[in-house]
């Protein structure tokens, strides 16, 4: 199967918009019940504040959060003849992204830590391959943030003072 590379570009483009600026309605829905549902009034504030930001990014066109992750697609279809000009479709797209959403530029060189400007670089975005019995190709993106790993704490030992440091 042969993409046309334009037309991937496009959807790459409008997917990574519409991931950074949009919740499902379940979602929404899920909140606004719990928002209903809180007795506690410094939760509830937090939750009309959540809402309160999905409604603004929703009608302006702008991120939910300033954390809008490292970029993955899923390309579920099946052998993709022009892989690498798909890829670069795709890479093309989240530069797009990065300038028009507008995406936080959060890729770096993994040695010198260098932030690309564009969220492209080795191997980013993450491109994951599904094989399939289809005939069509079938694009998912995922924007994964770091917020929730946060949470975690890491101490290097330096190397000559041994195990206890």
């Not at 690498?84 to 530029?105: G, H, M, N, Y």
Request: with cysteine; hydrophobic share 35%.
């Amino acid at each position: 199967m042969k993409l046309n590379v334009k037309t991937v570009e496009e959807v790459g483009l409008n997917l990574l918009t519409k991931a950074a600026t949009k919740l499902p309605d379940e979602v929404k829905n899920a909140l606004k019940a719990a928002y209903e549902a809180e007795e506690t009034s410094t939760a509830k504030t937090e939750l009309k504040n959540i809402l309160d930001n999905i409604e603004a990014a929703e009608k302006l066109q702008k991120p939910m959060c300033q954390d809008t992750g490292l970029v993955s697609f899923y390309i579920k279809s099946r052998e993709i003849e022009n892989f690498l000009e798909v890829t670069e479709a795709l890479k093309k797209a989240t530069i797009k992204a990065t300038e028009q959403v507008p995406l936080r530029p959060n890729a770096v060189h993994p040695l010198t830590r260098k932030n690309t400007g564009n969220n492209v670089g080795e191997h980013i975005p993450n491109i994951n391959w599904i094989y399939s019995e289809t005939d069509y190709a079938e694009i998912t993106v995922f924007l994964k943030g770091a917020g929730s790993e946060n949470m975690s704490r890491l101490e290097m030992i330096t190397p000559g003072l041994g195990i206890k440091g």
